[in-house]
C-alpha cells in the first residue's frame, strides 16, 4: 500500500504562485510514475504534470512554462510549483502514484482545493 496526503492549496489572484506538496508513504519501489492530476466542477480528472521513478518528468500542455514538478526522494515528499496561476487553473488537485512492477498498484491521495481568483 501506498499513502499520499497533499497539502499547499488554497486561495490566490491571478498571477500569483503556489506550491502544492504530496507526502507519500508506504511499499514504493520498482518502476512507477508519480503525478498532479486535477478536477475542476464539471470536468474531467486530467493529468496535470508527471516524474517517473527515473527522473523523466511531463506536462500537460496547458501548464508547460508555469508548473514545475519536483520530488525530494530523502523526504518522500513531491511537488508542483505553479507559478503564474490563472482562473482556469481552479480545481482540486490530487496527487497520484502509479507502480508497473508487480504487484501493480495505483494510489490517489484526497485532493488539495486550488482557487485563482481576484
Known amino acids: 500500500q501506498v499513502q499520499l496526503v497533499e497539502s499547499g492549496g488554497g486561495l490566490v489572484q491571478p498571477g500569483g504562485s503556489l506550491t502544492l506538496s504530496c507526502a507519500v508513504s508506504g511499499s514504493i519501489f520498482g518502476f512507477y510514475v508519480m503525478g498532479w492530476y486535477r478536477q475542476a466542477p464539471g470536468k474531467q480528472r486530467e493529468l496535470v504534470a508527471g516524474?517517473?521513478?527515473?527522473?523523466?518528468?511531463n506536462y500537460a500542455d496547458s501548464v508547460k512554462g508555469r508548473f514545475t514538478i519536483s520530488r525530494d526522494n530523502a523526504k518522500n515528499t513531491m511537488f508542483l510549483q505553479m507559478n503564474n496561476l490563472k482562473p482556469e487553473d481552479t480545481a482540486v488537485y490530487y496527487c497520484?502514484?502509479?507502480?508497473?512492477?508487480?504487484?501493480?498498484?495505483?494510489?490517489w491521495g484526497q485532493g488539495t482545493q486550488v482557487t485563482v481568483s481576484s
Open positions: 497520484n502514484h502509479k507502480r508497473f512492477t508487480v504487484p501493480r498498484g495505483e494510489y
Open positions: 516524474v517517473t521513478s527515473d527522473g523523466s518528468t
